[in-house]
């Protein structure tokens, strides 16, 4: 495929129709008129070999390879728009911008605050966003990453984009304050015995992998799509959860547990900041990432001066 043959407007008007699925309603949302969005369907049913919009009685509907377009097109004109809105240079103090980054409660709760503080000191056009991270990060990092600003998550998770290290964290145990079935410290055979709380995804992988490999198959008795509601779920149970350290400290008093350190070396967490190689020179996207660095090395200090 030569793409310097290719119409870049027909992306966009394919977005139209698929989304819209009426070529009138295509056009008027493009400011074209109804014979000219009918020129552009054509154009694009004979590319892709497809009627994309199939007529079923009295309105449109989406073929087998429309609906494949659908998501694709979508991330493909939000693509073509960050690459096009790119900027040589940004001044914090003076320009609007809003950027997106896809994290956890726990990200946001440990980093995102700290960031956040950091930028409405700095930059008060500046706005950021926070959206739960999906569970096709996994399948899909590239594309969910060509859409938004970045990425907060620890290594093991995700492979292949580019990445800044923040800061180290550790993994701990949480145990209700008055479970009398745990004395100062944990063993394996508690751990393979009480009930658990987890985190119903599977970022904390390479820290569920670890059981797995020491033979503790936990028993699940609640799964929470929360790291904050962890202690919260243990609070006067005979339950245990596993919790980043650093949460575990920004919720002390929070709720009535003990944090207990593991009964076997755990595999310790490194959390990045991840982009997609399309924002690698954008001044924006430059600025954003050495401010996460600057809050980042900020956090490290304050953790060695507890330590």
Known sequence: MNLASLDLNLVVALRALLEERNVTRAG??????????????????????????????????????????????????????????????????????????????????????????AVHEEAPGVTLRFVRTPITVVDDTATLLSTTDGLLMPHGVVSGMSYNDLYDDEWVFLVAANNREVGDSLSREDLARLPWVTYQRTYDAPAVRQLGMLGIEPRVEVSADSFLSLPFLVEGTRRVALLQRRLARLLSGSAAVRVLDPPYEAVPLRQALWWHPVHAHDAPHAWLRETALRVAAGMRDVSSMQD
Not at 59 to 69: K, S
Not at 86 to 113: C, H, K, M, N
């Open 28 to 117: 008027r949302r493009m400011g074209l008129s109804q014979p000219a969005m009918s020129a552009s369907l054509a154009r694009l049913r004979r590319h892709f070999d497809d009627e994309l919009l199939a007529r079923v009685g009295g309105q449109y509907e989406l073929t087998a390879l429309g609906q494949v377009l659908l998501d694709r097109t979508s991330a493909a004109c939000d693509l073509l728009e960050r690459l096009f809105t790119s900027q040589a240079d940004f001044d914090p103090r003076t320009e609007s911008r809003e950027f997106t980054l896809i994290a956890s409660d726990y990200a946001v709760a440990v980093f995102g605050a700290a960031l956040a503080r």
